[in-house]
Structures are given as structure tokens and as C-alpha cells.
């Protein structure tokens, strides 16, 4: 287990928010689209070690398909920090295969741990959050970056993300 976190001016911060379809305490690994690997490979090399967040987002597209993530569209819903790539596994290792069709959408990934977890009712929309830092009405085009993989985050963005996150360690 990676060593607790602290949130103070020169601590943790936000640095990417990766768009999923939920998040469990036991999550251990998160994963992207193929075309989305040297992304990944990119945010590792600069998180890992570090105290550096990525924010978990569930998109409001979520298909309904996926249930249980309705009540979690559209919102932030916890953080998790990227570990080291334990010896003798790659990326390959870490994936996720649609529970919908059992095909592997998501066949690169990394290892990673929840750090901060709130309760369902304290899970926030990002969309007001993304407008208030970036301008009303670039919610549409900043969320369209998501197809991409994880993205980074401005440190205002990033920031306020963490006020709102920061009161909900994961229970260990």
C-alpha cells in the first residue's frame, strides 16, 4: 500500500480526470482504448511517484445499457493515484473487457489505487465545475477530449476538483 496522502497547498493535486463507467474502493487498475496507450504511458510517467490525482468522471453519454452507472452520469465520483508498474507486467495487463459483449474496449491499462471515495450523495457534476473555470457553454468541447483517453487539467480546474474531493479519504 502506497504511503497516505496529504492535502496542502504542495500535496496532492488533480492533474487528469479519466472518464469511466463508475468506481469502487476496490478498484485496482484503470484502463483505456488502444489508441489511448501512449496517453496512458504519458500520464504514468509523470504521476507515478508523485502525488498527483486523476479524477474519476462518469460521462453523461453513458449508455443505459450499463445500469448501474446511471445515478453516477455526468459526475465526479472519487481519485486514484497510479502505482508502479509491478515487475514483469505491462500495460496488456491491465485491461477491461465490456461486461455487455465480453469484447475488450479497453485492452491497455495500469495499476492504481482509490484514494478518495465520497459518499454517493456528495458525488458532484462536472459540467458547472468545467464552466466556471473554462467559460459557460465549453463544457461540450472539453468533455469531446475525453475520446481520447484521460486528459489533463488546468490547476484552477484541478484544484477546485480536489476542495471538493479532498474531505472523502477512502476508507481502508
Known amino acids: 500500500m502506497s504511503k497516505p496522502l496529504r492535502w496542502n497547498g504542495y500535496g496532492m493535486k488533480i492533474r487528469y480526470i479519466h472518464a469511466g463507467y463508475g468506481l469502487e474502493p476496490e478498484l485496482d487498475h484503470i484502463a483505456v482504448p488502444a489508441e489511448s496507450e501512449k496517453r496512458l504511458r504519458g500520464m504514468a510517467d509523470k504521476l507515478v511517484g508523485t502525488e498527483g490525482l486523476i479524477a474519476i468522471y462518469v460521462p453523461l453519454t453513458t449508455p443505459e445499457i450499463y445500469g448501474g ?30 461486461w455487455t459483449d465480453g ?26 465545475v468545467v464552466e466556471l473555470v473554462h467559460g459557460a457553454g465549453q463544457f461540450s468541447a472539453y468533455a469531446g477530449r475525453f475520446q481520447s483517453g484521460p486528459i489533463d487539467v488546468t490547476p484552477d480546474l484541478g484544484a477546485r476538483l480536489l476542495q471538493r474531493l479532498a474531505p472523502y479519504p477512502r476508507s481502508r
Open 103 to 128: 469484447k475488450r474496449r479497453w485492452p491497455v491499462g495500469w495499476p492504481c489505487e482509490v484514494v478518495l471515495y465520497p459518499r454517493p450523495e456528495a458525488r458532484f457534476d462536472l459540467k458547472p
Open 69 to 98: 452507472a446511471m445515478p453516477m452520469r455526468g459526475k465526479i465520483v472519487g481519485a486514484v493515484k497510479l502505482l508502479p508498474m509491478p515487475t514483469g507486467r505491462n500495460v496488456r495487463d491491465y485491461y477491461f473487457e465490456d
